[in-house]
């Protein structure tokens, strides 16, 4: 929702500007309902799952930076940030704000009504969607892509990545999920990482660092 509005902005290399994407992977404002950035198999008040069928959302979330990088080649920064390192993200921030327009940063946001955990293990969400490899952090600035923090130690092997298992069982939009279901979405996960890990854009060989 939005993002044609986004779009459009993105394509006016004269606008001095920061668009900063906080996801939430809901539309949370309308009773958490299924969103384009909503997981595979995520449990909203539109895709509840029931005894004939369990999954009930089987898009794979929008990758919502590699697809503004694709489409607008003028735009001078894309990141995406975790404010589970909270420095990292404020520094990616200021990047942007000096780099001056237009630029885009995605920001994934735990929520605890929409994602039913206790709002105390917020920050420790945010570290495993990014130590699971699920929401990989890097920036593209003028067209080259950076991975950093964990997402750059996982690359470079010396971080082992967390079987996503360990994020996704303690999210109640989860508690359906069988063991099969955390097999798949691991698989897609595995798949991201050993083929392209800006989805769909930049080939993970082309970046050594």
């Known amino acids: 929702m939005g993002l044609s509005a986004i779009s459009a902005t993105m394509t006016h290399p004269d606008y001095n500007l920061l668009i900063l994407l906080y996801d939430n992977e809901t539309y949370a404002n309308t009773d958490i309902q ?34 503004i990088v694709a489409g607008h080649p003028t735009v001078k920064y894309v990141a995406t940030i975790s404010t589970s390192y909270p420095l990292q993200a404020m520094n990616n921030v200021r990047k942007a704000l000096s780099i001056g327009g237009p630029t885009f940063i995605h920001c994934l946001n735990p929520c605890p009504k929409g994602w039913d955990f206790d709002p105390a293990i917020s920050y420790e969400l945010g570290e495993l969607a990014v130590n ?42 989860f508690a359906h999920f069988t063991d099969e279901d955390i097999a798949y979405f691991q698989s897609k996960v595995d798949e991201m990482w050993d083929k392209w890990l800006v989805p769909g854009v930049i080939p993970l060989e082309k970046d050594p660092e």
């Open 34 to 67: 299924i969103s384009g950035t909503s997981p595979y198999g995520v449990n909203t008040s539109f895709s509840t799952p029931g005894k004939v069928k369990r999954i009930m959302h089987h898009r794979w979330k929008k990758n919502v930076a590699p697809l």
């Open 132 to 173: 699971t490899g699920i929401w990989p952090l890097y920036e593209v600035e003028h067209g080259k892509l950076s991975l950093y923090g964990k997402t750059q130690q996982i690359a470079k092997g010396k971080f082992k990545r967390l079987p996503v298992r360990d994020y996704l069982l303690k999210q109640g939009r």
